[in-house]
């Protein structure tokens, strides 16, 4: 897979909320870009936007300033399907889909693909158990979503997002209920996924030494700063990472 | 339609609606004009208020949604009561076309409201909060219209509040079923986007469904669907609560192309039951409607969610 090929960047984005008059910018200034093929790690402090700027990135909220740009076209401009054609998402969300099986969540991704009535072609059904094998949740495909482990729900939300089947996939702190193992698991599963359908990844996590070793680029949200985006290893060497994460020097 | 104060074996029945034998004598009219409107009425009436109720319930990813929690039977009920209790005296067959369109313009008007306002406002949750102040705004309203009323309003008014299914004509039927199949119409073309809301709005949107759209349709087939019903046979309670949660019990499904034929027919079956109770074989009186799937209803709705441990989890 070629990592030349821009397919989403940001001009002079500002992300934050609106309430009457006032505006909260949270970030500003945002230039970044993503290539096809690349998995990327957002790394930063609570509260500093992180899930704000993945829900912006998304069109589930509005920006203040500047454009998100996809495949050359602005994300305000695509109609509602075609961008989740594209743009798939692994949120923070609780799900509470009494009743519904795994496999049927993972069918919800073909949602932008199907009719007005839903009815899955024989296309739909392979891409979803292709969905179902690359994210290894063969074994539970028929249990309820509620009987299921935080883990294997959060792999669930991975293979219903790739069945969606689009060129980018924003995760929203995928690990963040998860223990240690379920975490390095979902990592290395999102780090494979990447490598084999070529697909983009965005991921925001806390995760900083997974992040480190896995990601092909790191973007660096701290507060009040803009964005800083580089490879793992100039990051480090600029002693960026050691500047934000204090902790690690002392860990080691 | 065979049980009632008077007992019709179902063979008379079949040779009154299928043959002339029995024409203008009294058991083709009670048949004809009583016992067959009456059953249909139940038939649709049910439906109708089971998928109003399944809609609000997946909307609002509320197990105690249903269509009364928007206000829309309260602002049924402000209609009729500004019309019983302000006392014009109107009789006969205007009496209940009258009532049936100002309930239908109270609940139109609620409705209005809260699509208002549903428009300024991001999350469902609000807006179901929004509907139960309507409601109690509205039945405040009517407490100080009865508190200013003569009793024999007051009466009139109880007795619509009561329920009833068997209060429709040949006529008004006309009115009623086409806006009750027109708002399942509507209902259904949602299926898919139900499906997709069980995930929250967020990820629905991020599926590509335009939610103020898909809102707006709910909305709009749930005031149809419970407005008729409510103007016609009065509030009925409980069954728009329930229904959904048995049709998910039994059919052990979220998906609404299978939740959405169970719950018109889990709805008409269950309005029908408790009407053939409200008008129990051998008694000579009715019994009101309202009151028997409150009787049934509540008993039911405390078994699902002591059955259920955890409500939350099996709505849709």
Redesign the interface.
Known sequence: MVKTDNIFHTEKLAIGYKKGRATNILMDNINLSVKRGQMICLLGANGVGKSTLIRTLARLQPTLEGNVILLGKNILDYKHKELAQNISLVLTDPIQGGNLNVLELVQMGRYPHTSWSGQLSSIDDEKVNIAIQQCEIDYIRNSNIFEISDGQLQKALIARALAQDGDLMLLDEPTVHLDANNRFTIMELLKKLVEETGKSVIISTHQVEMALELADELWLASCGDPIVSGKPKELIEKKLIAKMFPYLSKLS | MSLGSVYISPNEIFQVLFSDTFNESAIYNIIIHYRFPKTITSVFAGAALGFAGLQMQTLF?NPLAGPFVLGISSGASLGVALLVLSGIGITGILASWSMAIASIVGSSIVLLLVLLVSINIRDSMSLLLIGLMFGAFTSAIVSVLQYFSSANDIQNFLFWTFGSTGNLNWQEMKVFIPVVVGGMAIGY?Q??PL??L???E??A??????IKKVRIALVLSTSLLAGVVTAFCGPIAFLGLAVPHIA?IIF????H?VLIPATLLLGAILLLICDIIAQMPGLDLILPINAITSLFGAPVVIWLIVKSKNM?????
Do not use: E
């Not at chain 2, 949107?205 to 335009?210: A, E, H, I, R, V």
């Not at chain 2, 052990?252 to 998906?255: G, T, V």
């Not at chain 2, 939350?312 to 849709?316: H, I, Q, T, V």
């Open positions: 990813r073309t299926a898919k499906n997709a069980l995930l929250g967020n990820y949107q991020s599926m590509g469904l335009t998910r052990k499904s979220a998906n192309h939350s989890r099996n709505f849709g």
